[in-house]
């Protein structure tokens, strides 16, 4: 009975439950609007299309070169 309320849950809903799916529903459809066709989104686009099928830049870079964005560097060792 689970797997079926999980599959399709409104058959066990009242009126109130069937409104409150509906307007989460409406909202995640309008927040995915807003970001899939958002100013950046077209600039997000075309950075992803530079990248690889497996998300790495074509360009090959030295270990060294992935490396320097993660650390500080300091004179101070602690």
């Known amino acids: 009975m689970l797997i079926d309320y999980a ?16 307007m989460a529903q409406s909202d995640l459809l309008r927040k995915f609007t807003d970001l899939a066709f958002d100013d950046s989104a077209k600039t997000r686009w075309l950075e992803a299309e530079q990248k690889g099928a497996d998300g790495m830049d074509l360009e ?6 992935l490396e320097s964005g993660l650390f500080e560097r300091s004179e101070n060792s602690f």
């Open 7 to 22: 599959e399709n849950p409104y058959p066990y809903l009242d009126e109130a439950g069937k409104k409150k799916i509906a």
């Open 60 to 65: 090959a870079k030295t270990e060294l070169e």
